[in-house]
Nanobody, 118 residues
Framework: QVQLVESGGGLVQPGGSLRLSCAAS????????MGWYRRPPGKGLELVAS????????YYRDSEKGRFTISRANANNTIYLQMNDMKLEDTGVYYC???????????WGKGTQVTVSS
């Protein structure tokens, strides 16, 4: 079964950094583009960043570009999100999942809470 386990969230001050991890299993990880999604408080789910199967291509929302870096380690079935110079608007629950034409897996993980506060 598809399993997605996010970790690394926490409380951080504006300007600080966090590194999120997502351990994936139950599917051919290296054959799927992956993404980090975020649900801000009281809002809907949004795509924060995505990465191609080999890790050579990435996408970021304009507000995150230059501050966030998505990466993957196919040998370990893991993706990461390095978040630097964090802002209050980065607050939310972060999820990882497949990204692409087939859409994300229905088996979402529990996510990891990221709170940016002064």
């Amino acid at each position: 079964q598809v399993q997605l386990v996010e970790s690394g969230g926490g409380l951080v001050q504006p300007g600080g950094s966090l590194r999120l991890s997502c351990a994936a299993s139950g599917f051919i990880f290296s054959s799927n583009p992956m993404g980090w999604y975020r649900r801000p408080p009281g809002k809907g789910l949004e795509l924060v960043a995505s990465i191609t199967t080999g890790g050579d291509g990435t996408y970021y929302r304009d507000s995150e570009k230059g501050r966030f870096t998505i990466s993957r380690a196919n040998a370990n079935n893991t993706i990461y999100l390095q978040m630097n110079d964090m802002k209050l608007e980065d607050t939310g629950v972060y999820y990882c999942n497949k990204f692409g034409g087939d859409g994300p897996f229905s088996a979402w993980g529990k996510g990891t809470q990221v709170t940016v506060s002064s």
